[in-house]
Antibody
C-alpha cells in the first residue's frame, strides 16, 4: 500500500526549533516530489513548497522562503520540514503529500496525503 | 505567483441539488488544475486532476471542466457525504497554489 506517515503532534515554545517527518512507503520514494501544505486553525490550505528526494531539488512558495527548510533522506524514504525559530503564528496542521506521477517535469495533483502533524507553539 | 480565485466561499444546498464551484486563475494554466474535498479533521482527498479527469474511486457525480483560466467542479446530485470543503489547486509549474476553499453546507 502506498502511504505517507507523519510524525506525531508537537507542542513547542516560541523560539524553539523543530523538525517533523513524513515517511513514505510502498513506492519509489526518490522519484516523486514531496509537497508540504499548511493549514492554520479554521483556515484553508496553503502550499509551502516541494522537494524532489532524488536530487533534493527544492522549491519554496515565496510566502515560506526563509521561514522553513525542507529536506529528504532518499535512503530512508523520509521527508522533513524544519523550523529554527518557531513563532506562535506557526501553530497549524502540516500535511505532506505526493503527486500522482513520478518524475521532475511536472509534479501534478496530490493523490497521496499524510495524516497531518499538528504543531502548537505557545508560551 | 499564479493566484486562484475560488467562488463562492460558502454554498448552502440540499441533497439532490446540482452544485457548481468555480476557480479563476490569474494567468493561463492550460488544464493543470486539481480539485480536493476535505472533511473536518481529515487530510484532503483528490477528486479531479488535469481539470476533468476523475480520480480512481471517486463517484461519477463529481466532474470537472475548464481550461486556460476558468475552471469548475460540478456535483450532479449532492449526497449527504458531500457536505465538506472543496479546494481547487493549480500546478502549472512546480509551484502550486490553492484556492481559498468553498464550504458546502446543508440548506
Amino acid at each position: 500500500e502506498v502511504q505517507l506517515v507523519q510524525s506525531g503532534a508537537e507542542v513547542k515554545k516560541p523560539g524553539d526549533s523543530l523538525k517533523i517527518s513524513c515517511q513514505g512507503s510502498g513506492y519509489n520514494f526518490p522519484s516523486y516530489w514531496i509537497g508540504w501544505v499548511r493549514q492554520m486553525p479554521g483556515k484553508g490550505l496553503e502550499w509551502m513548497g516541494i522537494i524532489y528526494p532524488g536530487d533534493s531539488d527544492t522549491r519554496y512558495s515565496p510566502s515560506f522562503e526563509g521561514q522553513v527548510t525542507m529536506s529528504a533522506d532518499k535512503a530512508l524514504s523520509i521527508g522533513y520540514l524544519q523550523w529554527s525559530n518557531l513563532k506562535a503564528s506557526d501553530t497549524a496542521m502540516y500535511y505532506c503529500a505526493r503527486p500522482r506521477r513520478p518524475g521532475k517535469s511536472r509534479g501534478g495533483a496530490f493523490n497521496i496525503w499524510g495524516q497531518g502533524t499538528m504543531v502548537t507553539v505557545s508560551s | 505567483d499564479i493566484q486562484m480565485t475560488q467562488s463562492p466561499s460558502t454554498l448552502s444546498a440540499s441533497v439532490g441539488d446540482r452544485v457548481s464551484i468555480t476557480c479563476r486563475a490569474s494567468q493561463s494554466i492550460s488544464s493543470w488544475v486539481a480539485w480536493y474535498q476535505q472533511k473536518p479533521g481529515k487530510a484532503p482527498k483528490l477528486l479531479i486532476y488535469e481539470a476533468s479527469f476523475l480520480e480512481s474511486g471517486v463517484p461519477s457525480r463529481f466532474s470537472g471542466s475548464g481550461s486556460g483560466t476558468e475552471f469548475a467542479l460540478i456535483i450532479s446530485s449532492l449526497q449527504p457525504d458531500d457536505f465538506a470543503t472543496y479546494y481547487c489547486q493549480q500546478y502549472n509549474t512546480n509551484s502550486w497554489t490553492f484556492g481559498q476553499g468553498t464550504k458546502v453546507e446543508i440548506k
